[in-house]
């Protein structure tokens, strides 16, 4: 059995005080903090092994290339590809669907061809699509959501055709919360001859995800969102597909030959990672692959469904404040985004900031979801398995503690 909050520890930033308060952090869907493990593998690393990979025989370059090949290998276990060639290192969630607009996207979509996406997704997740649709003269569609914030699968049915090209779904929304049937719309891709493409940001972090079972051909995901340090990600890939798409940035180890007038590339997964690679950032991700597998992720995916069980009754119980997304608690993950009838989101951010719980408030990269909503923006809370009960009681305390200063200017 863990003991999560024996697991707390292992943070060193959460120990800390913010305006003269115990820091509660509740932003763990923007940034996730780092355990000590994380820390001092990026450390480690750059004491001991720091050299560049694939390019030396000396004993440091060679320490730090298998220890870049093995975080490989601990990421293809985690997510359970087929072989290291289908997992490809990129600077996150971002840069992974921007490839795949660029290299697929140019390759294979056509005049009339249609790219479906749905209104709930991140901006990472529609601007790639929009400009390849307007660089192809494809036409971008939109899956709606349900009134009670679920995509809607049933108007996905007609969206997806057969002039649909490319599906591109978050697993998890980053707004409502909900964890939408990507199974079922790789099905209904595939049906229709097109490809299934998963922004997995919000979920490989929570919940244990198996690319095989799900049968997507591409998955993006980011280091940083699950314990991992910034500016590093993975892009999944089925062997078959990635290897019909040219790379779009060119130079370092993904050269084979270089010819006066052309070059050719190197095998995958080495053919798409131009230039120096984040090593240090590969390496530490692995440290957090083997934290997290540690612990389990069933384990950590149980244990944030108590705490969303704990605090989304109490949040439902605050006069005034609207939850979106699903209100059954079965249906909702940890991102739980809500408004507080007359206070704007970032006023609301700023009095329980002064509580020290860091919340974040805006459209979180999600405008076209604001504006379907019909809100300008939200405040969110986002929880993950190092926050607890008392975490949760604090940010209901620091609502209510709001609520009252804003409406008899007491606090």
């Given amino acids: 059995m863990i003991d999560f909050t024996q697991l707390r520890k292992d943070f060193p930033i ?51 290339t298998a220890d870049y090949e093995n975080s490989r290998e601990k990421i293809r276990t985690f997510i359970n590809a087929k072989e290291t060639a289908e997992v490809l290192f990129t600077r996150g969630t971002t840069t992974g669907l921007n490839w795949l607009s660029r290299s697929y996207g140019d390759a294979f979509v056509q005049e009339g061809d249609e790219i479906v996406i749905s209104f709930m997704e991140h901006h990472s997740n529609i601007i790639p699509w929009q400009q390849l649709a307007n660089r192809k003269g494809a036409t971008l569609r939109y899956i709606s959501i349900t009134e009670d914030g679920f995509l809607d699968l049933e108007e996905a049915k007609k969206v997806i055709n057969s002039k649909t090209a490319i599906v591109s779904i978050a697993h998890v929304s980053n707004v409502l919360g909900v964890v939408n049937p990507i199974k079922e719309l790789v099905q209904l891709a595939h049906q229709n001859g097109a490809v299934m493409i998963v922004d997995g940001a919000q979920a490989v972090p929570h919940m244990k995800v198996d690319v095989q079972e799900l049968d997507a051909d591409f998955y993006a995901f980011s ?155 939200t405040a969110r809370a986002s929880f993950y398995f190092y926050n607890n009960k008392a975490d949760a009681d604090r940010l209901i305390f620091a609502l209510e503690a709001t609520k009252e200063f804003f409406k008899d200017g007491i606090i």
């Fill in 14 to 64: 959460l120990f800390q005080e913010v305006n003269d308060e115990p820091l509660v952090y509740l932003d763990n869907a923007a940034t996730t903090q780092k355990p000590t493990l994380v820390l001092d593998a990026l450390r480690h690393y750059y004491e001991n092994d720091n050299a560049n990979v694939h390019r030396g025989v000396h004993t440091l370059a060679e320490r730090a």
């Fill in 223 to 377: 280091g940083h969102k699950m314990c991992g340090p910034t500016g590093i990600g993975v892009l999944y890939g089925k062997r078959e597909l990635l290897e019909q798409m040219e790379p779009i940035e060119f130079g370092g180890e993904m050269i084979d030959f270089v010819n006066l007038y052309d070059s050719t590339w190197k095998e995958l997964p080495w053919k798409f990672e131009a230039g120096t690679p984040n090593i240090a950032g590969a390496i530490a991700l692995g440290a957090a692959i083997d934290y997290l597998s540690e612990i389990g992720m069933d384990s950590i995916h149980r244990y944030e469904q108590e705490l969303v069980d704990y605090v989304m009754p109490k949040l439902q119980a605050i006069d005034g404040l609207t939850i979106y997304g699903p209100q059954d608690t079965k249906d909702h993950t940890g991102v739980l985004a809500f408004n507080l009838e007359g206070v704007h989101p970032h006023d609301l951010a700023t009095a329980l900031d002064m509580e020290g719980v860091a919340v974040r408030a805006g459209h979180h990269c999600a405008q076209p979801l604001m504006k379907y909503l019909h809100l300008p923006a």
